[in-house]
């Protein structure tokens, strides 16, 4: 049995509809689910879309975040989402972290990054500009959404892998295109995903991290019942 299981949403946001974004966040969340996923992270923005046009939008109301926050304690599950917040008097990629037990939401600076413990109790931030010295010394994870392209994501992985090796955490990227991935503690890719919407899902057991991909279908019950007993 794995000691936890993650996912990565690979989801192109509906731009500004945040009232669409949750539903489409929501089909996300349900097959995670039937994966037995304690933890699924969604690419930056993700609630309220790409910041194009800039500036960014105003964070959404926590009243219409609520479905996730249900969906959260329903699930037992710990939902990233990206989303602005207010940093420094001024509006900044950030991320919504819902967790079981919680009635709301709480918001972060999105950063690097995200470190995270399987018992979701240490939860902070990695600064941009911060090379992995601050890193939560509890942390096993750190959990990025990005949304870069094709020609930008080279950068992307350089940095990721590079936090992985040189401080021995594991690190599952979320992309809104293509290149979603999972990196083990020593910096070795275990899966990456190519374009398209699906779930890129990580186990760890004590000898180590297994990855898959689960493409997305019209229908959650098109997932194999074979993955949701694994």
């Known amino acids: 049995m794995p000691a936890w299981t993650i996912a990565a949403a690979q989801y192109k946001a509906r731009n500004r509809n945040v009232a669409e974004n949750i539903a489409h966040h929501l089909r996300f969340i349900e097959a995670a689910s039937k994966l037995k996923c ?13 910041d194009i046009p800039a500036p960014l939008p105003p964070p959404p109301d926590n009243d219409l975040l609520q479905p996730l926050s249900f969906a959260a304690c329903r699930h037992g599950m710990t939902i990233v989402a990206g989303l602005p917040v207010e940093h420094n008097g ?10 079981p037990g919680l009635t709301s939401p709480f918001t972060l600076y999105q950063g690097t990054g995200i470190c995270l413990t399987p018992q979701a109790r240490h939860i902070s931030t990695l600064a941009p500009e911060d090379e992995g010295s601050e890193l939560d010394p509890d942390a ?20 990721l892998q590079r936090l992985a090796h040189k401080y021995a955490i594991a690190v599952l990227k979320s992309n809104y295109a293509g290149g979603s991935a999972l990196w083990d503690e020593h910096g070795q890719l275990i899966v990456r995903a190519d374009a ?9 057991y004590e000898g180590g991290w297994e990855g898959e991909i689960i ?11 074979s993955l949701c007993d694994a």
Do not use: N
């Open 140 to 159: 096993s994870l750190l959990a990025t959404g990005t949304c870069t392209h094709e020609f930008q994501q080279q950068q992307s992985v350089q940095q």
């Open 38 to 50: 304690q933890l699924i992270v969604f690419p930056e923005l993700s609630l309220t879309g790409p």
């Open 196 to 204: 398209g919407e699906l779930l890129l899902t990580g186990r760890k």
């Open 215 to 225: 493409p997305m279908r019209e229908s959650l019950y098109a997932i194999d019942e």
């Open 90 to 99: 001024v509006s900044q990629k950030g991320v919504a972290i819902f967790m």
